[in-house]
T-cell receptor, first 111, second 113 residues
Framework: EDKVVQSPLSLVVHEGDTVTLNCSYE??????LLWYKQEKKAPTFLFML????IEKKSGRLSSILDKKELSSILNITATQTGDSAIYLC???????????FGTGTRLQVTL | NAGVTQTPKFRVLKTGQSMTLLCAQD?????MYWYRQDPGMGLRLIHY???????AKGEVPDGYNVSRLKKQNFLLGLESAAPSQTSVYFC????????????FGEGSWLTVV
């Protein structure tokens, strides 16, 4: 059975802090790993990492895929209150592009 | 461009009632999915479709049926609703290869009492 595990489950930081969110996976067929941000409604896409694109960066957010360790991290620097959300990690196992999700990390950024 | 649209957004059902959730996408995507999201459980795949007229079971299909009569629409049915089906339901779609972004609808909040 495919499995994606995220840690920590929840995190509270002060504005300006740097945070690192973790995602590890055990899947039979890996195609890509995706990070999503979910506020009140639908998950919104952040990054997709593949064997040919193991590092992505967008503004204060960056992500790295470690295929040897079967894991990924999502870094957020200089956090802002608007970063408060649930961050979801998902693995695309290729078959019909189905995604297996982790349970998410709830991040709260306080003033 | 609406993307992925789900209706209804909110619904309260009594145990044993039936209902249908509609998902419509205007991106000409081949693949469509229904997920449910429960507290502490992440998103779990209910059913999916790889093209018009095709459907397949996901991780948690029991108690649900689906149909994909038109490429742009994917319907999720609850024949006899149970309190355990109280959840947030998300529809998603993608173009059909692993490099494509997967787009989500806004969600449908369903409560079964």
């Amino acid at each position: 059975e495919d499995k994606v595990v995220q840690s920590p489950l929840s995190l509270v930081v002060h504005e300006g802090d740097t945070v690192t969110l973790n995602c590890s996976y055990e899947v039979t067929n890996f195609r890509s790993l995706l990070w999503y941000k979910q506020e009140k409604k639908a998950p919104t896409f952040l990054f997709m990492l593949t064997s040919s694109g193991i590092e992505k960066k967008s503004g204060r957010l960056s992500s790295i895929l470690d295929k040897k360790e079967l894991s990924s991290i999502l870094n957020i620097t200089a956090t802002q209150t608007g970063d408060s959300a649930i961050y979801l990690c998902a693995v695309n196992t290729g078959t019909a592009s189905k995604l297996t999700f982790g349970t998410g990390t709830r991040l709260q950024v306080t003033l | 461009n609406a993307g992925v649209t789900q209706t209804p957004k909110f619904r309260v059902l009594k145990t044993g009632q039936s209902m249908t959730l509609l998902c419509a996408q205007d991106m000409n995507h081949e693949y469509m999915y229904w997920y449910r999201q429960d507290p502490g459980m992440g998103l779990r795949l209910i059913h999916y479709s790889v093209g018009e007229g095709t459907t397949a079971k996901g991780e948690v299909p029991d108690g649900y049926n689906v149909s994909r009569l038109k490429k742009q629409n994917f319907l999720l049915g609850l024949e006899s609703a149970a309190p355990s089906q109280t959840s947030v339901y998300f529809c998603a779609s993608t173009g059909g290869w692993s490099g494509n972004t997967i787009y989500f609808g806004e969600g449908s909040w369903l409560t079964v009492v």
